[in-house]
């Protein structure tokens, strides 16, 4: 450590990169985040109020897809299936494409729990009303199930920024190869981390911090 | 078909790989992760704060970067890894910091009740915790930690990227070889599938049963 001399004055040149890196981070995790809560929300409906041949397919996808590392479905979708149809798509595409049902597969989870736990007399009142079943989920069960939901979707949402950083694995010029570009063009290592971690590290625990926030309004009391 | 069965070999050396880092990172993680949770759980402040730090730090930066720091960003201020071990350390530090967060949780989820009528029976601080505490905290710890190994596997695959051959890594050379992308991926994904899903499994049974 003692002989390492720090030029951050090199790095700072190209710090831009490194925000348009977060950025486009950001961008892939909400893209694929939005996608992924509609999956989530379409499939855990489906297993709980629909047809019963549905459910074996659904925890099939659940069960492939949690049990596969991330980075192995991100070059099946990029390299994979192009090369067997024809099909072309960037790699941006690819990443939110991946991303986006690798995100279902956990959010279902998340999201059939939040629906399970919407009480009974709630859905009762609902229809006793005379709202119809479609007014019943969109008025009643949705809303209270996002507030049951809300404190296991922050954890998931910040992993889910966290694994933007694999589509660098396919060129995505996101943070973590504006990081990795940064390095090989300065050779400045150390003071490429020293900024772009906490880049991270301040971007993680302020996704975390806003849902805490959300959660403290939103969420129900137990 | 013949291609595929002829790759095989490979596939499998790779898949030793992987399990070999997988193994190496959970027993040093549990070595590094079980002691430090008790002190989190336990410990006076002063004690506390460094590991709370460490944990919360490592959590919220991707396991890629850490990677990527060991690897080519240890070496500028002269700490030369090669790479399995720079792997091994990596996904190391990021596991201790899962792990010292279930232990912390499997404890503190124990009602206060436990300790309270332990202490009333007249039993020592030792006694306390290897009698009631440990036992309880144990089946708390199960099905999240056989959850985290299912992580480990999965995130071993990131190796590749340094360059180890892994499963991960054997897949995409044989592929280059081979020119045949998607049957091999597909395998691939068995492959790990075959590791992870019963774990998965059982940690669905763990949690049924003990929590």
């Not at chain 2, 280059?176 to 597909?186: E, I, Q």
């Amino acid at each position: 450590m003692a002989n390492y001399h720090f030029n951050f004055a090199i790095v700072w040149r190209y710090a831009g990169k490194l925000f348009e890196g977060l950025l486009l981070s950001l961008e892939l995790a909400a893209a694929s985040i939005a996608i992924g809560m509609a999956i989530g929300l379409v499939l855990a409906l489906i297993s709980l109020d629909g047809p019963k041949w549905a459910r074996p397919l659904i925890a099939a996808y659940v069960e492939f897809v949690r049990n596969v590392p991330l980075l192995l479905l991100v070059y099946l979708v990029f390299y994979g299936i192009p090369s067997a149809i024809d099909l072309q798509y960037d790699a941006i595409t690819s990443f939110v494409a991946t991303l986006s049902i690798y995100s279902g597969a956990y959010l279902v989870e998340v999201m059939r729990a939040g629906l399970e736990a919407v009480p009974r007399g709630l859905i009762e009142a609902g229809k006793s009303i005379g709202l119809t079943p479609m007014k019943v989920l969109w008025h009643v069960r949705l809303p209270t199930a996002m507030r049951i939901a809300l404190p296991s979707l922050s954890n998931t949402y910040v992993s889910l920024f966290k694994d933007t950083s694999i589509a660098s694995a396919i060129a995505v010029p996101e943070l973590a190869y504006g990081m990795r570009w940064i390095e090989t063009q300065t050779f400045r290592t150390v003071e490429v981390y020293l900024l772009a971690t906490p880049i991270y590290l301040i971007t993680s625990y302020a996704i975390l911090l806003l849902l805490r926030l959300a959660e403290r309004r939103y969420s129900v009391a137990r | 078909m013949a291609t595929l069965i002829h790759t095989l070999p490979f596939l499998v050396d790779g898949l030793l790989t992987t399990l070999l880092v997988s193994a190496c990172v959970i027993v040093l993680s549990l070595i590094i992760g079980l002691p430090l949770g008790c002190v989190l759980a336990f410990g006076p402040l002063w004690a506390r704060a460094p590991i709370r730090l460490y944990a919360d730090f490592v959590r919220g930066v991707p396991i890629l970067v850490l990677l990527y720091f060991v690897y080519y960003g240890l070496p500028a201020i002269k700490v030369n890894l090669p790479s399995l071990l720079s792997a091994i350390v990596a996904l190391t530090a990021f596991k201790s910091a899962q792990i010292i967060e279930i232990t912390r949780g499997s404890f503190q989820s124990i009602p206060s009740g436990q300790t309270e009528a332990a202490k009333a029976i007249g039993l020592s601080l030792f006694d306390r915790f290897i009698h009631v505490l440990a036992p309880q905290a144990v089946r708390r710890f199960l099905p999240p930690f056989v959850n985290s190994v299912v992580d480990t596997v999965k995130g071993s695959s990131l190796v590749s990227l340094l360059g180890i051959v892994d499963l991960m890594l054997s897949l995409q050379q044989v592929i280059g070889r081979t020119h045949v992308a998607l049957p091999l991926y597909l395998i691939g994904a068995l492959m790990y599938f075959a590791i992870n899903f019963p774990l998965s499994a059982l940690s669905r049974r763990l949690e049924k049963r003990f929590v």
